[in-house]
């Protein structure tokens, strides 16, 4: 099942540029990478070649080693391996999981100044990142992330492409949806908590009546593919990386959310676990949050990366790691949730998505906290905070994350007071249809993706 994906716009964006670098798409395991690009060049060129490097023939790896030299004989090669006639400036090469074989990533370099072809790789990004210390990574190269679907794209998959424009529009003009539309449409999200943005798990979940249970077993494959690649990386820092890919569901679960190290291992700081933070998000694994001391100009101007939320890059996959399966074995757990009776962890799952919707949107992810010295306790939580990137006029716009329909925003209150001068907008993010109240927006989750 092919689904329609935002990132194929920038294909073309790309292409109609003439090619003048080869794209690099990044990108979590199991996130479609290879589909899309594939039916990209099915639909956009008059012929392509498509080289697995996890399973190439020693002839290509040879026609890279002994003949970029002579590109006419390596093109030759190449067409006559995979049977494909090449056209020039009409065809396109794909460098499929150029990790595996980083010679060929050095290779365009001369590749793209050659100028007959077009050229995309795709590659796991745990690899791309590691397996670069003997090559010399080439300036002709342009990388764009990759994400699992996010909301939008989800509903794309459903045929609810009028449902968002509706969504935005009111959005717009700050109305909220009819009462059907709005029930509709947080069905949809919390089938999107449920199935995530990951493409088979999403397939599954389509082809077979909106199964549950066919759709968990593809997400559990897709953990057990993150699992190997921890399995795989240096030993210095491995057992770290698994102790808090393990413990995810666990700091979710908690009120504050980030990760406390002392906690997992008695003695232990940031510094120790720089590394394996830097790990998991840099494989896309997962979202890291940094708490902003003094929201300013520039969030990561006040960053302090020794106060960190790690959040799972997909929700789907966070449901699965978080409940084995045999919490899920008879569909009860997906149908609580799906019907919005879980009360337990239910906030763990909203928040993770609404986290993975910023990321997908191209937000970095920060998150305010203040310590009260006198209450011996932190008196301002905000979950998230954004900002408009102005250094003119620089406005912040804190988000906090509700899963139930009850609620105080004591929090969100006390940051308004404190920062007025600097807030363009205060949200509140709940089940509930869209109000407004006290000059604080109230939007329904689904409606994330519009921010």
């Not at 789907?316 to 399966?325: I, N, P």
Request: a negative charge.
């Amino acid at each position: 099942m092919i689904f329609n994906r935002k990132i194929y716009k920038r294909f073309l964006e790309w292409k109609r540029a003439g090619g003048q670098k080869a794209l690099l798409i990044e990108g979590a395991r199991r996130i479609g990478k290879s589909t899309i690009v594939e039916e990209f060049a099915k639909n956009e060129y008059k012929s392509y070649i498509l080289i697995d490097f996890a399973k190439i023939r020693d002839v290509v790896k040879e026609a890279f080693e002994h003949n970029l030299n002579d590109l006419d004989t390596f093109f030759m090669l190449l067409s006559s391996e995979f049977k494909v006639k090449l056209h020039e400036r009409e065809s396109l090469i794909i460098f499929d999981e150029v990790q595996k074989y980083p010679r060929a990533r050095e290779a365009v370099k001369y590749l793209v100044q050659d100028g007959r072809y077009d050229y995309i790789e795709t590659g796991s990004l745990i690899s791309i990142h590691e397996n670069v210390s003997d090559i010399l990574i080439p300036s002709e190269e342009r990388s764009i992330r990759m994400y699992p679907l996010d909301f939008e794209e989800f509903c794309w998959a459903f045929g609810e492409e009028q449902l968002l424009e509706y969504i935005k529009m009111c959005f717009g003009q700050q109305r909220p949806l009819t009462a059907d539309l709005h029930r509709k449409a947080m069905m949809l999200f919390r089938q999107y908590l449920l199935v995530g943005g990951m493409p088979k798990p999403l397939a599954a979940y389509l082809e077979n009546g909106r199964d549950f249970t066919s759709c968990d077993e593809e997400k559990r494959d897709i953990l057990r593919l993150y699992r190997e690649d921890i399995m795989k990386i240096g030993n210095q820092y491995r057992s770290k990386v698994l102790a808090i890919y393990d413990q995810i569901p666990g700091l979710l679960s908690k009120h504050e959310k980030r990760v406390v190290l002392n906690k997992i291992v008695e003695g232990s700081d940031f510094m120790q676990y720089e590394d394996t933070f830097f790990w998991l998000a840099d494989s896309m694994m997962a979202n890291e949050c940094f708490n902003c001391s003094d929201p300013n100009v520039g969030l990561s101007v006040n960053e302090d990366r020794t106060y960190v939320k790690c959040y799972m890059g997909d929700t789907g996959l966070l449901v699965s790691h978080a409940f084995s399966e045999n919490d899920v074995s008879d569909g009860e757990l997906y149908r609580e949730i799906l019907h919005g009776k879980l009360s337990l962890n239910e906030g763990m799952l909203y928040e993770n998505a609404i986290a993975q919707m910023l990321v997908a949107a191209g937000h970095k992810l920060y998150f305010y906290t203040r310590y009260n010295e006198t209450k011996h306790r932190n008196d301002i939580e905000i979950d998230f905070l954004l900002s408009n990137n102005s250094k003119l006029k620089y406005r912040i716009f804190p988000i906090e994350v509700k899963s139930t329909e009850n609620y105080s925003t004591t929090s969100l209150e006390r940051f308004k007071e404190k920062f007025h001068e600097r807030i363009g907008a205060c949200y509140v993010i709940h089940p509930k249809n869209l109000m407004v109240k006290d000059d604080i927006i109230c939007l329904p989750p689904y409606m994330t993706f519009c921010l």
